[in-house]
């Protein structure tokens, strides 16, 4: 093992034994290289007044080489902000303008000890992260059965764990913070399970309400007593989305430091909640009451993004610091926001009359993007076909009931007839059973 790797883990076991023992065999054994080119051309940087020649990029008149025709359309920005290679844990401006951003819309984290947020590709890649960190052949994630199926490849498909679900809704369509207790407990004998909370869900549109998130921290803290090491990843990607009825901050705070057997680590980005989904500017943060831990985890996180994709694409990063350092950027989101909520709104009004209530329930939704059908007479696959091929509709079959509606991508005078239209499809369906 690389003397790097030795000294962190070293750490990692003097500041948390249970963090350590939380660590995938690749996450006890990566390290972020002190030496090499990395440290040589940052060396060279602040010492090389006359020629450095380190760093794998081309110069031209004292500024990065660049073609007209790419820099004519990016004229607002300067080309050190565009084409050199962004840090390995992203632009340091950046990191801090989404760490401001963070205690400004959560308030109780203004007290907790974190880390600086780590920028990733998207949430994707800071999953996938995660994955590589913590996740070894045979550990549990625990998710709800309503969930985002790129988790199984994550975490699954790729690091060899094994899946474990609850059902997301109890019988009282709360959150079933029961069912998520009993999942933990039942992997006291492995002694380690990774929690993926995402709030507001994807597919079904809920985040519970504060009664509901003292359960599942009551459950989580009921796990990490009982001996069971728990690394909770918080998937906010559709973060500050609240439209009713629900908590408006992320579980994350309410995670830090809570017990020595629980990890929070949040998982987020400016994708969906800042509208830039091609950006591809996700974040990880991690949550603990040592400064040595944090960096040490850091140093590990920085090595498997180093591995990977070495760093995150520059310009997206400088356009959302523009944007987020904007006098603008608080009065155009809010104006995003309003738009969202009333499409969401729409939606329930109209699913809330009762004219489509032979065909489907819904699931309670109160946030994020989506919300899920309850198809009661036709199966949900051959739906989403007919829907399709005769009324061309586009919406996504979750099992043999559940059918997916984005209405983030609906303008709000289009709601009615979208669900016309998928009611149209049920009946017609209907009528081919019944002849």
């Not at 081309?58 to 080309?79: C, R, T, W, Y």
């Not at 009931?401 to 289009?414: H, K, M, P, Y």
Request: include cysteine; charge should be negative; proline fraction near 5%.
């Amino acid at each position: 093992m690389h003397s790097i790797a030795t000294q962190l883990n070293e750490t990692i076991q003097r500041e948390n034994p249970h963090v350590f023992d939380m660590l995938s065999n690749i996450g006890k054994q990566i390290y972020f290289p002190k030496e090499g080119i990395l440290s040589q051309s940052a060396e060279a940087k602040a010492k090389a007044k006359k020629y450095n020649a380190t760093i794998g990029i081309a110069l031209e008149n004292g500024q990065p080489m660049h073609l007209k025709v790419i820099q004519d359309n990016l004229s607002a920005f300067a080309p050190k902000d565009l084409y050199e290679y962004a840090p390995p844990a992203g632009k340091p401006e950046l990191r801090a303008a989404w760490r401001k951003k963070m205690i400004e819309e959560q308030p109780s984290l203004a007290t907790k000890s974190f880390s600086n947020p780590i920028v990733t590709n998207a949430l994707t890649h800071g999953l996938s992260v995660v994955a590589d960190l913590y996740a070894d052949n045979g550990d549990s994630v625990i998710i709800p059965d309503k969930n985002w199926e790129n988790y199984e490849l994550t975490f699954g498909i790729r690091r060899g764990a094994e899946m474990v679900y609850y059902p997301l809704y109890n019988d009282e369509m709360k959150f079933n913070a029961a069912g998520l207790r009993d999942a933990i407990l039942a992997q006291k004998e492995k002694g380690k399970a990774i929690v993926i909370l995402n709030f507001p869900n994807n597919p079904t549109g809920y985040t519970p309400g504060a009664e509901e998130g003292k359960q599942i921290v009551e459950a989580l803290k009921e796990g990490a007593e009982a001996g069971i090491n728990l690394v909770v990843v918080t998937d906010d990607a559709y973060f500050g989305l609240f439209f009713e009825d629900s908590m408006t901050e992320s579980m994350f705070a309410n995670l830090c430091d809570l017990h020595p057997r629980i990890l929070p680590i949040k998982v987020d980005g400016a994708t969906k909640e800042e509208y830039v989904w091609g950006f591809r500017v996700g974040f990880i943060t991690y949550a603990a009451p040592s400064s040595d831990l944090l960096s040490a985890l850091e140093q590990k996180t920085l090595g498997i993004i180093r591995a990977t994709i070495s760093s995150g694409a520059h310009p997206s990063q400088t356009f959302v610091l523009h944007a987020l350092t904007s006098p603008e950027f608080h009065a155009q989101k809010q104006e995003k926001f309003e738009i969202m909520k009333g499409r969401a709104n729409r939606v329930k009004q109209l699913l809330d009359t009762g004219k489509f209530d032979d065909a489907w329930g819904y699931y309670p939704f109160n946030s994020g993007y989506f919300m899920c059908l309850k198809l009661k007479t036709v199966d949900a696959e051959t739906l989403r076909n007919h829907l399709l091929d005769q009324y061309g509709v586009g919406t996504i079959a979750l099992g043999e009931t559940d059918l997916r509606v984005a209405f983030s991508c609906i303008e709000e005078n289009g709601i009615d007839e979208l669900f016309n239209l998928i009611y149209s499809g049920v009946k017609d369906l209907e009528n081919v059973l019944t002849k």
